[in-house]
């Protein structure tokens, strides 16, 4: 193990986000595809170089796997690589309680790559960048690479990362820290399921969030599904499952946000549409915003979402291809329903 050099190291991680950026610039189609564990073994390759001539060459490991954090410098020091396609600097990090850490390793940085064009990348050491604490199928923490100065997890609790990590028992003390915060109605809950790309730890009521909040959900009903459009007398049932285990929010009457008050009258090029369903004058109100969302969620998570495999030239054809399918199960008081969806644009 090497004598730590936190200046060293992080002009290392500098010159290597450096390379990072240069290459991608150069190259940005090889990079666009490098998201998730494929962009490990290209960071390894590069900080290879870049440890040459210093106390650190010769003692790069890339770990990957299952194993935290991916790649081992000097036995001392870790890089966490993590990638988003969206145009945010977010995601999900590591486990609590940390249980697959590598021996020894004590300084710990994240390598976050946004591989969104223009693709870019960042780092910060770790607890720099954990915002909060989230649930799948145990506590994880959630990444974000423009937290400020003062304004981690730890910051909030009260307590360092590293005092956090090396408890017994880590994840009691964030469960009593999210405990202590509760406001009435809430309850802390911690979701077993692995599918759960992050699930707030404190469950809420719908009606009770900020408007701006409560639209950005109803936008998502339509953009995430689309069967909300159609007749079935089930078709709230994924949406309100979803709402409650990825995001935790919880509502009673999701029907209402959509379809109150029966049928209205739309302007819709120039033409007055009258007895259209509520369903349909709610989705021309958002209807730019459902487009705008749908564009900015990586295909790979909208194929998982529609059940249907979509890649980032199809995703929006698709959704107004299923979107007509349901549309056209209603009476639409004669609105051009393909018109109204933008499908004359294709």
């Known amino acids: 193990m090497v004598e730590p050099d936190d200046v060293l190291f992080e002009s290392v991680l500098e010159k290597t986000v450096d390379t990072l950026r240069i290459e991608a610039r150069e190259n940005p189609k090889l990079y666009e595809a490098l998201a998730g564990s494929k ?12 440890v040459q001539g210093t106390v650190f060459e010769g003692m790069v490991e890339l770990i990957s796997g299952q194993r935290f954090p991916d790649i081992v410098v000097g036995g001392y020091y870790g890089v966490e690589v993590k990638t988003t396609k969206s145009e945010h600097w977010k995601s999900t990090g590591s486990s609590v309680a940390e249980g697959t850490r590598v021996e020894g390793v004590e300084r710990i940085y994240m390598l976050f790559g946004k591989m969104h064009a223009p693709v870019d990348f960042r780092f910060k050491r770790y607890e720099d960048c954990l915002a909060e604490v989230v649930v799948t199928h ?8 423009d937290l400020p100065l003062g304004g981690t997890f730890f910051d909030k609790l009260g307590m360092t990362y590293d005092e956090l990590r090396k408890q017994e028992n880590p994840i009691r003390t964030v469960l009593d820290y999210y405990r202590s915060r509760l406001k009435p109605g809430e309850q802390v809950w911690w979701l077993d399921n692995e599918q759960s790309p992050g699930t707030s730890i404190v469950i809420r009521m719908l009606n009770s969030l900020p408007a701006p909040e409560q639209e950005l959900y109803r936008v998502k009903g339509f953009g995430f599904f689309p069967e909300i459009l159609g007749q079935s007398p089930s078709k709230f049932q994924r949406f309100t499952m979803w709402l409650a285990t990825h995001e935790g929010v919880v509502c009673h009457n999701i029907r209402d946000k959509y379809t109150s008050a029966g049928r209205e009258c739309i302007h819709f090029d120039g033409v007055t549409y009258r007895e259209v369903p509520k369903m349909l004058v709610t989705l021309h109100k958002c209807f730019s915003r459902v487009r705008r969302l749908i564009e900015d969620t990586p295909a790979e998570e909208l194929s998982v979402l529609w059940g249907h495999p979509v890649t980032e030239e199809s995703k929006w054809a698709y959704w107004q291809q299923v979107a007509l399918g349901y549309c056209q199960t209603l009476n639409s008081g004669g609105l051009p329903l393909r018109k109204f969806l933008g499908m004359n644009e294709i």
């Not at 962009?39 to 870049?50: D, P, R, W």
């Not at 145990?138 to 690479?145: C, L, N, Q, V």
Request: charged letters at 25%; proline letters at 5%; a negative charge.
């Open 138 to 145: 145990s506590p994880r923490y959630a990444i974000d690479m």
């Open 39 to 50: 962009l490990e073994g290209k960071v390894y390759e590069i900080l290879c170089h870049q």
